[in-house]
Nanobody, 115 residues
Framework: QVQLVESGGGLVQTGGSLRLSCAVSGSFFSRYDMEWYRQAPGKQRESVAAITSGLSTNYADSVKGRFTISRDNAKNTMYLQMNSLKPEDTAVYYC?????????WGQGTQVTVSS
């Protein structure tokens, strides 16, 4: 069974940086389209950044220029480098993977940015 496991969240001050990781078990990771989502308290889950199997990337306007999504297919891992963090980036961050009929979510990792 394929599993997605996020790590790297934590507490950081405004302007700080964090790097999130999403490790994917099983085979065929390189074929997955991957995405980071986040959900703040009382708000809907929103897409933050996406990277396709072909390495095309897309970002939410709110994080453009500050966040960078990447993947290492040899390590079955996706990353989200988050710089210049703001209090409004505080949320639970989830990784999501999809391929054919597979639609997979991680358990989430908390990111808290203090002002």
């Amino acid at each position: 069974q394929v599993q997605l496991v996020e790590s790297g969240g934590g507490l950081v001050q405004t302007g700080g940086s964090l790097r999130l990781s999403c490790a994917v078990s099983g085979s065929f990771f390189s074929r997955y389209d991957m995405e980071w989502y986040r959900q703040a308290p009382g708000k809907q889950r929103e897409s933050v950044a996406a990277i396709t199997s072909g390495l095309s990337t897309n970002y939410a306007d709110s994080v453009k220029g500050r966040f960078t999504i990447s993947r290492d297919n040899a390590k079955n891992t996706m990353y989200l480098q988050m710089n210049s963090l703001k209090p409004e980036d505080t949320a639970v961050y989830y990784c999501h993977g999809s391929w054919r009929r597979l639609d997979l979510w991680g358990q989430g990792t908390q990111v808290t940015v203090s002002s």
